[in-house]
């Protein structure tokens, strides 16, 4: 029977995801090949490759605005070395918002190469809140902020208004919400939160913001080189490239974006309104900050754990358990997640209060 799958990423991708991506390793396209030994320069995964950016593009309400769609690989991480190098001058200085672990290892890699000012941290706190209260000095080369804090379970509910560039990491909520993404120079995301499978990264890329960094740029950490390439500097992953883009189609024949975030609301209300009603249960995110995404919550009294364990696996819920950096437990309600399985989760914490 298929679980209810709360993992934090890789994750739940929409069962059509999953039947579509099985039937092309039998037979892509009815070519007689598998996607996974097709060609990359062959005309049916070109044709993918262009689809999957354009798609992109188009549910960010970005096309025809001057921005580019990548898919790179090496994951979230390696943006965080990709974004200096493209974008901060030599001799420069980037501003940095610290609101968890994935924000914090981009601040390392800046500090590589130029001066990286912290401009406001939640880590004295566990990183339980979205630092508010904070300028972004005007001579900076850009911005970065982490959209979603995948592990502490807190959210950007506004972006600063700032003159500079806004880079922003969106691994775990791109695709989930209407935001005017016209506002960020740059947005990437590894694609297994939400997007697809492992091995992908979606980077979306204003072109006029690239090239003004002096720097030499390895060609496979170059931006405008897979720009130029369209996407195919090198091999790019195939078959994690095909199943993101059929994840994009679901999400496109749903309604796109502003249909998911209607549903990705009502999960939210759905598990937050319990965490707050039952007794056995606190959340551990500041309640203004809290993800829709990734839900963090502990048990009042680590007792119950057994027992709540054992409830829930027996309802069919896998990957819950949370962070090892916060503990207690993290229901990850990605796009794909139902609204259903929420509501399975919800009916194993009123029963947990039951048996208690
Ligand atoms: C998971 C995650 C990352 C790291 O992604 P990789 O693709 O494993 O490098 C970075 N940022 C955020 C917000 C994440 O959730």
Known sequence: MKKHNYSAGPCILPQ?????????????NNSGLSILEISHRSKDFVAVMD?????????LGLEGKGYQALFMH????????????????????AAYLDTGTWANNAIKEAKHFGETLVVASSKDANYSFIPKDYAIPADVDYFHCTSNNTIFGTQMKSFPETGVPVVCDMSSDIFSRTLD????????????KNMGP???TLVVVKEESLGKTGRTIPSMLDYQKHIAAESMYNTPSVFPI??????LQWLKNLGGIPAIEKINEQKAALLYTEIDRNPLFKGTANVEDRSTMNATFLLNDESNAPLFDELWKKAGISGLPGHRSVGGYRASMYNALPLESVQVLVDVMKELETKV
């Open 16 to 28: 059509e995801v999953f039947d579509k991506s099985a039937a092309a390793i039998l037979d892509f």
């Open 51 to 59: 689809e999957a950016r354009a798609l992109a593009l188009e549910l």
């Open 74 to 93: 090496g994951g979230a991480s390696l943006e965080f070395l990709m974004v200096p190098y493209n974008l901060m001058k030599s001799n420069g200085k």
């Open 181 to 192: 993404f016209s506002k960020f120079d740059l947005i990437y995301a590894g694609a297994q």
């Open 198 to 200: 492992a091995g992908a």
């Open 242 to 247: 095909y199943a993101s883009l059929l994840t």
